[in-house]
């Protein structure tokens, strides 16, 4: 994924997926129920804080 370095901050994001992938990626081996627990955690945490709604539906 290519740095965007200042420009994240003007239209405020923050990139995290690389670093999720990183981490997921040592437990695919051999998960337990602990992982998959971190794993729910992760994929349910907003990582902007915002939803767009569009005509009453979130769209991101």
């Known amino acids: 994924m290519k ?7 003007v239209i405020d994001i923050k990139i995290q997926r690389d670093n999720v992938r990183r ?3 040592r ?5 337990d129920m602990k992982h998959w627990k971190a794993v729910k955690k992760l ?3 907003s990582t902007s804080g ?8 979130a769209i991101s």
Do not use: H, V
Request: aromatic content about 16%; hydrophobic content about 35%.
């Open 3 to 9: 740095d965007m370095g200042d420009t994240s901050y």
């Open 23 to 25: 981490i997921l990626g």
């Open 27 to 31: 437990y695919q081996s051999n998960p």
């Open 43 to 45: 994929m349910r945490k």
């Open 50 to 57: 915002y939803i767009f709604m569009l005509a009453g539906g």
